[in-house]
């Protein structure tokens, strides 16, 4: 189901745009609140619209259209509509009807376009299965509307109303009150006059009032019976997360960002990200933008993804943190079975961390000992290539070739053997690709050759170098590279941080070639970007180089406190199963092909020089002249303006220098790509083509 969500905005802030009423169980009286604050809030001019999506029996909608005066027909108030008192899941299918959410979706969209603030009535409670899949609470945190609960007053109401509080919270929903109706008779006992008060200690949310029993559903009698007895001033509140400026100022007092220059960031008002749901992010204002790097490559299967939010909240009860140095624990366990079982053939073991270049310093260090530990003290190189990254601890940044970052830094790193490999697009004259890159192995082989005694371990990122600017491998380098290791005798590590779960239509980087690494690094989508969470693989041969007696001190002296923390593995648990379940990789083949088929667009502009795809990486390079490969000066800053026009259409990119990096969720259907590579292209034409140098 493709959830689609709109760049909407709320510049006033006054009132929500929508809100959903949800009942603690059925017959509570959904309806006739929703049809009370309708008129209550009409009365202080404000134009409701309301939207009953799924029925079941009854004639909800019809009140709803005669009460509140509605102006659209009944079946946009109630798009779907079964005969039968059953639940939804079973109601719409025994009469062959398929629920479509996504035209309640746009049903609801339409309606906000003309009132103020539209009145969205539930059937039954939160946890009610509107489809086999899909609740009534995915629904609500799907239209991004704030919650209204409607309780009965008797007895039974206290346990309902505060788990139906407790799973709202749970899922990020605000909820704006609680009404009572009084469905009984008027005299009210002991729970009906205390019930109230105790929700209201207990959960924290506001009382809204209690509806009298009314002789007749009409505005003359609502407003006579209920203008005192509701309090609507909850209703109608700014909510807190909207304060924009608050943020904006605490933000340029405190925070200093990583890879931001913060002379230019105290400058201009940040954008303040406060939501987030499925492919869509969104502001403090209220705005959403469709998230075209994944959170900065980590986001997998869409942001609040209910089977990671679950496990969450699961582990979350169970246990929080528990070390593993000396101590285990279930989620840490079961997820390193995990690893293995997708992992490339013959790693066996699992070391935790909590980054791409903690995984990364632990793979050379573990590769720097085992020699040590064998015996072969001579082993102590690492090679790596000239335009690789690694990370940016200083271990990472030792095997790191890209001198924008890492130059300041190499008074502090250790020394390495670095070996030239192509960006083929900037190949020397006369060079073309593939045959340049094998022929850069040539380097590589020879450097083997002379110095395999001395070398422990070459480190690549297989296929796609990610950092610097997408470059793209030709089919057979990757494997080259690992014969090359097995003939010489020196370990082979693969950094997947960037292109592993997915990113390259294979689970793995190296499952393209078949690859078999001594040591496999993987962070960022580890845990579908939830948690902090990485793990160094290794084989059992590397492993058993470490287990000697304990007075020989070979024991691999590395470790963090958070290491295998229990919330990052339920959620990279969680993140694996959705793999399988939703069956991920198998459907990415048809959006690979139409991202392929849509990008060949982008070389008619005039100031892209190439289109660089592997899977769901891909790198746009702009270019000043586009004959002599001429680079755009740093200063132009034209990466980041083409990455500010994109903003501004709706759509979050962040490029690497002057390469527009497009790396959506796995999860992102073909119409949001489509969205995606459109916004993409106007903005490239617009800075590039129109624009001309920044003044």
């Not at 209703?235 to 943020?247: D, E, F, I, P």
Request: hydrophobic share 40%; proline share 5%.
């Amino acid at each position: 189901m493709d959830r689609v969500r709109k760049r909407i905005s709320d510049p006033t802030g006054e009132y929500p745009k929508g809100i959903f009423i949800t009942g603690t169980d059925t017959g509570v009286g959904k309806t006739v609140s929703a049809i009370v604050l309708g008129v209550l809030l009409r009365e202080r001019g404000i134009d409701v619209g309301a939207l009953k999506p799924v029925q079941c029996s009854g004639d909800d909608a019809r009140l709803l259209k005669k009460s509140l005066n509605l102006p659209e027909p009944i079946g946009h108030i109630n798009p779907f509509f079964a005969r039968r008192p059953l639940s939804p899941h079973i109601a719409f299918p025994r009469e062959k009807i398929r629920i479509d959410i996504h035209k309640i979706i746009q049903a609801y969209e339409s309606m906000r376009k003309n009132h103020d603030l539209v009145l969205v009535e539930g059937a039954g409670g939160l946890l009610v299965p509107i489809t086999e899949n899909y609740s009534m609470i995915d629904l609500v945190s799907d239209l991004g509307c704030d919650l209204i609960i409607v309780s009965r007053l008797g007895l039974g109401t206290i346990n309902h109303t505060l788990l139906t509080i407790e799973h709202a919270r749970r899922r990020g929903i605000f909820i704006r009150g609680i009404v009572f109706n009084q469905a009984g008779p008027r005299r009210r006992g002991i729970p009906e006059r205390t019930n109230p008060g105790i929700i209201a200690k207990l959960g924290k949310v506001p009382i809204l009032g209690v509806i009298p029993r009314l002789n007749k559903i009409h505005p003359a009698e609502i407003l006579k019976r209920c203008r005192s007895s509701i309090n609507l001033k909850p209703v109608l509140t700014k909510t807190a997360g909207r304060q924009n400026k608050k943020w904006t100022e605490w933000d340029k007092k405190y925070l200093w960002h990583p890879f931001t220059q913060m002379r230019d960031w105290l400058k201009e008002d940040p954008l303040i990200i406060d939501e987030a749901k499925g492919c869509y992010l969104k502001d403090t204002n209220g705005n959403f933008y469709l998230d075209g790097v994944s959170s900065l490559w980590v986001n997998i299967h869409g942001h609040r993804h209910p089977a990671i939010d679950s496990a969450l909240c699961a582990q979350a009860n169970r246990l929080g943190h528990s070390t593993l140095l000396g101590l285990s624990h279930p989620p840490a366990i079961a997820l390193a079975k995990e690893l293995i079982a997708i992992a490339p053939q013959g790693l066996k073991k699992v070391f935790y961390s909590d980054s791409g270049s903690t995984a990364v310093e632990i793979a050379l260090k573990i590769s720097y000992q085992y020699w040590q530990n064998s015996g072969r003290t001579q082993k102590t190189e690492i090679v790596h290539l000239a335009n690789a990254y690694h990370g940016d601890t200083l271990g990472s940044v030792s095997v790191g070739g890209m001198d924008l970052f890492h130059k300041v830094y190499r008074g502090l790193t250790f020394p390495t053997r670095k070996v030239n490999f192509p960006d083929c697009y900037r190949a020397p004259e006369g060079k073309r690709y593939p045959a340049y890159a094998f022929e850069c192995l040539e380097g590589l082989e020879k450097l083997f050759k002379k110095s395999h005694g001395s070398i422990a371990s070459l480190i690549v990122e297989p296929i796609v170098q990610a950092a610097a600017g997408m470059i793209v491998w030709p089919g057979g380098v990757l494997k080259r590279m690992e014969r090359l290791c097995r003939a010489y005798d020196i370990l082979f590590i693969t950094d997947e941080v960037a292109t592993g779960f997915g990113r390259t239509g294979k689970m793995f980087a190296c499952d393209h070639e078949n690859i078999r690494p001594d040591l496999l690094c993987l962070a960022k989508g580890i845990t579908g970007g939830y948690l902090p969470l990485a793990a160094t693989l290794t084989t059992q041969k590397v492993f058993d180089g470490f287990l000697r007696d304990y007075k020989e001190q070979k024991t691999f002296f590395h470790g963090h406190t958070y290491t295998g923390n229990p919330l990052a593995c339920a959620a990279a648990l969680a993140n694996l199963k959705i793999f399988r379940e939703e069956r991920t990789l198998e459907k990415l083949g048809a959006k690979i092909k139409f991202l392929r088929n849509r990008l060949h667009r982008f070389a008619t502009l005039s100031h892209v020089g190439d289109i660089r795809q592997k899977g769901f990486m891909v790198g746009i390079e702009l270019v000043e002249d586009k004959g002599k490969k001429l680079a755009y000066p740093w200063e132009d800053k034209m990466g980041v303006r083409v990455c500010q026009e994109t903003r501004k259409r709706g759509v979050i990119l962040r490029p690497l220098g002057n390469v527009i990096v497009l790396l959506p969720p796995l999860s992102m259907s073909v119409e949001q790509l489509g969205t995606l590579l459109q916004v993409t292209y106007d903005a490239i034409k617009e800075i590039t083509e129109r624009r001309g140098p920044q003044a």
